[in-house]
């Protein structure tokens, strides 16, 4: 064992593609994925748009018996972790069972389902709610049926910290290898787009409510307000650098290099947020100077004040429009536990191909101290990236990932449409 | 005679719908006798089939006499037995 924890696979199921190929040819596009909330009637509600996980049939990708015990999420994370397991090439057999484990991110278990079961419950009587509700909304049922689905039986567990949820579970993995596990399925997918999920949402009071798809979601810019739910989000395969190694494996996508994470201060207090000291544990944990980042994936809040704090905190660690910096979230609406592990997915592949996506539809507002990335990706060479998430109720964490050393990295795959500028 | 009867045709119906199809097993195939263990169904799979059973039916029963089927043989005779009491009641 190395202490070092690599990402040797990938696996998105999110709004802007399903497979981590057509994410990131959608994402470089600059193609935001908002649009008017189809998977119920959002007449009546205050906020109308959402980032949908579009053309995902669940029976093409899963056997039968999987489908009257799981939640949209479930789905999707099952579908996110096939793929990410295929990517690093892990069959059954390569490892013990024992030394793999899944840790993910939820912050809100199996709406959707739950709501269809309540439903049952309240309109029909008890006897007519699912034997499967007993477990297909846990916040826990990811993990668990990812692990059942492959048989994978070491360390495991569940974060839950609203959208920084995703990062924490990436961070948890690292911890579960460096204590003896050899891989661990990581990352998060949530998926609450239903009537109840929507009730839920519109508590937090930062939806937007703007009916454009294109003037809905605008963090850092003038006229920010609140920010667009989306659904999915990403799995990924980290393991030990070693012990990857020892399975055959010669390229990986990048290695998960530091990690911070802090609580914010009592609300009402003149205490500065946590997220300018989660940067700093995050990149004192992967011994990097500030200037070694060549790229930042925001929170984007997409309110003026957590815009402006954000802002501050990027500035005030790696100095003040030093670093461009992304928000290709602005594409898939914000996900919940999926955000984090998708923008690292979008970090690892911005290091493969030395491009970094834009953020969508914003103008940005020049008295942040930032240097948004806006309309066209930006062609730069990327050796480190760091990767923001923020949650409802204080929560801050901040990942750093690093490139693969010389001669580790996965082939390049520049979009083709990329590729040839015309 | 009981009016109603059920049968595995019925079974194998209330299976799909309430617990999916086994990729393992042709469900059409003599499963009578097969376990539903082999079968792929586990006892929270036989649960979901059996309160569809008691819906649709308008019987009660016991969560044990379900899970203690080990066979679709056995499950249509806990299923009939509860039937015939219907009947007889």
């Known amino acids: 064992m190395t202490g070092t924890v690599v990402v040797t696979g990938v696996g998105v199921t999110s709004p802007t593609g399903l497979g981590a190929a057509d994410h990131w040819t959608a994402t470089c596009q600059g193609r935001a994925a908002i649009d008017r909330v189809t998977r119920f009637d959002p007449e009546r509600y205050p906020a109308r748009l959402a980032g949908e996980v579009r053309g995902f049939v669940a029976e093409e990708h899963l056997p039968s018996r999987l489908i009257p015990q799981t939640d949209r999420m479930t789905r999707l ?116 787009l239903c009537s109840w999920g929507w009730a839920a949402l519109l508590t937090s009071g930062r939806l937007s409510v703007a009916d454009d798809p294109d003037r809905a979601y605008l963090p850092f810019d003038a006229r920010a307000s609140g920010h667009v739910p989306g659904e999915g989000g990403a799995l990924l395969i980290l393991e030990d650098a070693a012990s990857a190694r020892e399975r055959g494996v010669s390229g990986w996508y990048g290695e998960i290099a530091g990690y911070g994470a802090t609580f ?56 003040p429009r030093a670093v461009p910096v992304t928000a290709p979230k ?43 990335v806006v309309g066209a990706p930006r062609r730069r060479a990327v050796r480190a990236a760091l990767v923001l998430a923020r949650g409802q109720g204080g929560f801050n964490s901040a990942v750093v990932v690093r490139a693969p050393e010389p001669g580790h990295a996965r082939p390049p795959a520049v979009p083709a449409e990329l590729a040839d500028p015309p | 005679m009981n009016q109603t009867e059920f049968k595995i045709d019925d079974l194998r119906r209330v299976l799909r719908e309430a617990a999916g199809t086994p990729e393992e097993v042709d469900l059409e195939d003599d499963i009578l006798d097969m376990e539903f263990e082999v079968l792929g169904y586990d006892s929270l799979a036989l649960q979901e089939t059996g309160s569809r059973v008691e819906r649709v039916y308008g019987i009660e029963l016991e969560d044990g006499a379900i899970v203690d089927a080990r066979t679709p043989r056995e499950f249509l005779s806990t299923v009939n037995m509860r039937l015939a009491d219907l009947d007889a009641g």
Do not use: C
Request: glycine share 12%; hydrophobic share 40%.
């Open chain 1, 77 to 192: 994370a099952l579908v996110a972790a096939d793929w990410a397991l295929a990517d690093a090439g892990v069959s059954r057999g390569d490892l013990n069972e024992f030394d793999i484990g899944v840790v993910t991110a939820s912050s809100s278990g199996g709406f959707e389902f739950g709501e269809g079961e309540l439903r049952n419950l309240w309109s029909k009587g008890g006897q007519y709610v699912s034997a499967y509700q007993s477990y297909a909304w846990f916040y826990a049922v990811n993990t668990g049926q990812i692990s059942i689905r492959h048989g994978l039986r070491g360390p495991s567990g569940v974060l839950v910290s609203d959208q920084a949820g995703g990062l924490d579970a990436i961070a948890q993995a690292r911890r579960k290898i460096r204590k003896g596990a050899k891989l661990i399925v990581s990352g998060g997918v949530d998926a609450s």
């Open chain 1, 264 to 319: 914010d201060p009592r609300p009402g207090s003149d205490r500065e947020p946590g997220l300018r000291n989660a940067v700093r544990l995050a990149l004192r944990d992967a011994r990097a100077d500030p200037g070694e980042i060549d790229v930042v994936f925001a929170d984007a809040a997409a309110t003026p004040e957590l815009d402006r704090a954000e802002a501050e905190a990027i500035a005030a660690v790696l100095g």
């Open chain 1, 330 to 372: 602005t594409m898939t609406g914000r996900l919940n536990s999926g955000a984090g592990p998708l923008d690292l997915v979008t970090a690892l592949l911005a290091i493969r191909d030395g491009l970094v996506p834009p953020t969508a539809n914003v103008a940005p507002d020049p008295g942040y101290p930032i240097d948004l």
